[in-house]
């Protein structure tokens, strides 16, 4: 049952009609999800790059499709099935760690961290404006361990908030020099 209500949620986002900006889309999303502590890019980015011995490095859950990260992703980032349980290696981490989550735009994330907060963790953070404004920044995404410049854009309404040199539905190939 609890698999089908996910399901429904989902098919209503996609045919839902996507908010025609940032600004908007962030006050969606807090709405939606008002107990989910954010996290901007900036500081993510911040954190992510000064790996310092006394702070602990946040764990970073990709929160889409296959299909999506498949075409890239954060350095590091584990995938989470949007629409699955949560993942034993969750459930087994230490609830005090802290946790970045992300998705397109950061409804499917804030989603996550509010399950995550129920079941106890303390640090759990979404990343706001998610993958989107994180590229549409210019900060580094990967593919198999190789740098690259693009994102799935989810679809054509919620694509809208991606610049448009940086969709891609499919992996794009590398050139061969």
């Known amino acids: 049952m609890r698999r089908f209500l996910v399901s429904a949620l989902l098919a209503f986002m ?6 025609s900006d940032w600004e908007k889309t962030k006050s969606w999303v807090r709405a939606e999800f008002p ?5 901007s890019a900036e500081d993510l980015k911040l954190r992510l790059d000064s790996r310092r011995p006394d702070r602990k490095a946040p764990i970073v859950l990709d929160v889409r499709t ?15 099935d949007p629409e699955g349980d949560l ?3 969750l459930r087994a981490l230490d ?3 802290p946790v970045v ?3 397109s735009v950061g409804y ?6 509010e399950r995550l907060k129920k079941e106890g963790f303390t640090d759990a953070k979404n990343l706001e404006g998610s993958i989107f404004e994180w590229a549409n920044k210019g900060y580094p995404l990967e593919r198999d361990g190789a740098l ?11 694509g809208r908030l991606l610049e448009s040199s940086l969709h891609a539905y499919q992996p794009r190939l590398r050139s061969r020099h």
């Open 14 to 19: 996609s045919c839902r009609k996507a908010p």
């Open 35 to 39: 107990d989910v502590e954010h996290v």
């Open 66 to 80: 296959v299909d999506e990260y498949e075409v890239s992703h954060l350095s590091g980032a584990i995938r989470v």
């Open 87 to 89: 993942p034993d290696f």
């Open 95 to 97: 609830h005090q760690a």
């Open 101 to 103: 989550a992300y998705c």
């Open 108 to 113: 499917r994330s804030s989603r996550l961290v």
């Open 148 to 158: 690259v410049q693009e994102v799935h854009p989810y679809d054509a309404e919620w």
